[in-house]
Structure formats: C-alpha cells, structure tokens
C-alpha cells in the first residue's frame, strides 16, 4: 500500500497524542463528504463561523476549504462561484467556465484543499504525530503554503520547500505564517526545477522528526479533487446546462502535482467530458519528452506526477508561458483593462472578475480555448476549468513581464499586439489527442522519476495502469469520514 492510504489506526500512541493536541485547542476535523456539499451538511456551520477572518490562522476555517465559498469568503452559496468567458474575450465560439479558486479560505487557492486531503489521513492514522513530526510540504508556491496552513490551524509544525524563484507574494506569504525563517526552504531554479525539490526533500527525510508529504506522489491528493473539486464542477456543468443550456464538453486543466485533473474523472465518469492536460510549451515534457524553463507558477515540470492518471486523459496541449506573463499584463493593468473595454467591449464585471485569474489561471483558460478550437465546438458547448490563485499572487510578475517582454513599456498598441497574438492567434499547434499507444508512452516515461530515482517499486509503479486502481482510491473517503468522526467524538 502507498502511504498516505491507511484505513485504520497505525499507532495508536501518536493517534492517541493527536487527539489529545486537537480536543485541547478546540479543533473539530470537517469530514470530507461535508466539503463536498458543504450546502447540504455546513449550512448552520457557515453562519455560526461568519465572523471568523477567512485569511486568519483559525481552525473554523477547516470548515471553508471548500468550492461553495461567495465573493466575500464567508458566505456559502448553492453554484461554486465561477466565471464565463465570452467570445469577445477568447475568439471562441464556445464558453470557457473558470471555477474560482481565490475564494478558499487562508491561502486564497484551492491547493489549501490538496493539503488537507495528505495530512488528514496521516494525523487519523497515526503515521503523523502531531506532538513529534514536522510537516514537509514540497511545492512550487501554492501547496507549500496550503500546507503551512493547514498545519498550523492544527498546531502542527511545517517546513515549506519551493523554488527560488517563485514570485515574492508566495514568500510574504510564508515569512509571514512560519515563525522561524529556516523553515523555508529555498531550492535552485523556478518552476520547472522540480527534481530540486525532490532532492532537498530527501535530505529533510534523513531526520525522522520530518514527514516529508509530496503532492506530486500522495494520492490523498487524487482522491479528495476527485471526491470534492469533481462534484464542484459538475454543480457548474448543471447550472450552466439550466440556466443557459450549455452542454459540457471537457474538463481542461494544468498538470501540475495530478489532483485537480482527478476532477476530470469525477465529470468523465457522470457528464461523459474529455479530459486536457496542459503543459509548459517551453517544457513540453507530456508531448515530445522535453524539457526547458518557464514562468507558468505553480504546475510543475519535467516529470509526470505519481498521482496523474494519464491512462484516462484524452489530450496533451501545450501553451506558451511567455503568452500567460503577456496576458497576466493585459488582464492587470489599467492599460490592458482600458484596451479590453475599448476595442473589444468587455465589461467592467468581467474586468474585475479577470483580478481572480494567475498565471497558471490563464494557461489553464489558454488550454481551454485550444481545445474548443482543435474540437471546432460551437456555441453552446463549454469547457470547464478552475482558475487555482489569482492576480494578487503575481503583482510584482508585471513589471518583471513588462521589462522581459516589452521593454518596459505596455501601452496602447502592445496591449492590442498581446491580445491578436496570444487570444486570437492561439491555435491548436502543439495539441496532441492521446490514444492508446501516446498515453502508454506518457505513463512509461514516470519510470524514471518514480522508479528509479524515488524509489516507488515497480510493482507499485504498475499497479497504476489499472483503472480500477483508481476508482479505488474516491471509496477511501468513506474510510477517512468514519474514522474524522471517530477523532472528533473521542
């Protein structure tokens, strides 16, 4: 079995310790079928909790980690919040939905709820001790700080390893969370340095005070996206199909660590939707084997996670991280938003709603458009996808943007440039339907990064090609409820 997976008590003395340290702070677990419907099971919560600070280190935030947060972070509504994008704004006839991830609690990005999904099963299982482990929370920016979250709610202590080069809003972020500044690990390279990471993180794991939790290989991660973003996301294909009579078509979304595109299954599973994996065109590693650097924070690169079920997707899609750093300046700055409002009629609403997309928010919306323009999908079809951070986490990107790109100068002209370029003139070059002999060939090549140089076995390794290997993994949620509610009322 894969750690992270246990269904029982593996140390009863360390669980014993976790509870303890939990009933004494007053902290209450939510269990995980609560954040998947959280209308049906967290209304009277959500109003008993609405005057606690969404961005505070409180526990009662557990109880927002979840898709059905309003615009103001302490409400709960029916739809997760989301944004259509029109064909005035995409070229595309069919609409692109973006499910806004700014919306979870502490961290403003959905990966806070990644983090829940591998630390609970540890705590309840006893293979984390609470009164002993440090947390390590491997990441490029947005996990790590997930991570730190969620532990230090739980009184847990927690390392944050992420690369150098990450924007500096992620490391204001943790100097601000994690008391001691050595706690932040800082790797070579940017994103695509993810072996780096992998590196410094085997080091932390000689000392056995250090629980080293990788999101790329703990499929806690797989399991809780595809047991609560899934049903998220199909609340947005059903509210899109009555109120618009949109049908959806695909679920298209960034590689990165593999647990957002176990939504994927969930709307394959119950809507019938394709599944798209994007990637870093400057490191195309899913479509021709490639490597390279890039700016696309947050997705990862030059390996395919443990947990990416890649015998269940259906396209590759390259795009361009130079056109995310461009379109980050046309969304976010006064100029680009004027050009938007000007000359192709975009609102002041959707301006504003553009606030909530990063740069891996972007490349996930660029993949979208690829994909309605390779499927030639018409008006009334829709692309789902989930904006994961939003803008504020990449302010000083834009002047970095603006100095590599444009010289420093992003005016009038250059807004417009951007725009023909990266919206319009995005086609479905470095697109790749994947069949039987492509997603082999991208499930092999895990070989070398989980095999031979992690240490997974290979008969571990292959027990991953089965489908019902993962269809498996949602049921332990059932596992993990039970034994949350045996926590709590110990």
Not at 43 to 62: Q, W
Not at 242 to 264: C, D, H, I, K, W
Not at 407 to 430: P, Q, Y
Request: charged share 25%; net charge negative.
């Amino acid at each position: 079995m894969f750690p992270g997976l246990e269904q029982n008590v593996v140390d009863r003395a360390a669980h014993d310790r976790n509870v303890e340290r939990l009933q004494n702070a007053g902290v209450v677990l939510p269990r995980i079928q609560e954040l998947a419907d959280p209308t049906v099971h967290l209304a009277s919560k959500s109003a008993e909790i609405a005057d606690v600070d969404p961005d505070g280190p409180d526990a009662r935030n557990l109880f927002r980690v979840h898709w059905h947060n309003g615009t103001d972070r302490r409400s709960l509504v029916d739809v997760p919040e989301h944004v259509v994008l029109p064909e005035a704004l995409t070229g595309v006839r069919a609409r692109i939905a973006v499910a806004l991830g700014n919306r979870f609690p502490m961290i403003g990005t959905h990966k806070v709820l990644a983090a829940y999904g591998c630390l609970i099963p540890r705590l309840l299982s006893g293979t984390f001790d609470s009164t002993r482990h440090r947390a390590v929370w491997p990441s490029t920016g947005n996990y790590c700080r997930g991570g730190v979250a969620i532990a230090t709610v739980l009184g847990c202590r927690s390392i944050a390893v992420l690369p150098e080069g990450m924007s500096r809003e992620r490391f204001d972020w943790l100097n601000r969370w994690l008391a001691d500044p050595e706690d932040i690990h800082r790797t070579p390279g940017t994103e695509s340095n993810v072996k780096e990471i992998y590196d410094a993180c085997n080091t932390l794991a000689k000392d056995p005070e250090n629980l080293v939790l990788n999101q790329f290989s703990e499929f806690g991660n797989y399991a809780i996206h595809r047991s609560v973003t899934g049903p998220a996301l199909q609340r947005v294909a059903e509210h899109l199909n009555t109120e618009q009579g949109l049908r959806p078509r695909a679920f298209v979304a960034a590689s990165g660590s593999g647990g957002t595109l176990a939504a994927g299954e969930h709307l394959k599973r119950v809507l019938g939707t394709d599944i798209g994996v994007i990637e870093a065109l400057e490191c195309p590693t899913l479509l021709y084997n490639g490597y390279g650097e890039h700016n696309i924070q947050g997705i990862g690169d030059k390996h395919v996670p443990l947990i990416h079920n890649v015998l269940a997707s259906d396209f590759a899609i390259g795009v361009s991280g130079s056109a995310c750093d461009c379109l980050n300046l046309l969304f976010n700055t006064r100029v680009g938003q004027r050009y938007l409002s000007d000359h192709r009629g975009i609102g002041q609403e959707l301006l504003t709603d553009l606030e909530s997309l990063g740069l891996s928010s972007i490349a996930n919306v660029l993949g979208a458009i690829k994909y309605a323009r390779y499927m030639d999908l018409g008006e009334r079809d829709v692309v789902l996808t989930v904006a994961t951070d939003g803008a504020d986490m990449y302010r000083t990107e834009i002047d970095v943007a603006a100095d590599k790109h444009f010289d420093g100068r992003f005016g009038e002209v250059t807004a417009a440039e951007t725009f023909g370029r990266h919206v319009l003139g995005t086609g479905i070059d470095h697109m790749q339907q994947l069949g039987r002999f492509e997603r082999e060939r991208i499930f092999n090549l895990g070989y070398y990064t989980w095999v031979e140089q992690q240490g997974i076995s290979l008969e571990d390794f292959d027990r991953r090609r089965d489908q019902s290997f993962w269809d498996g993994l949602p049921v332990l949620v059932q596992f993990w409820d039970e034994m949350i509610a045996r926590f709590n009322g110990s």
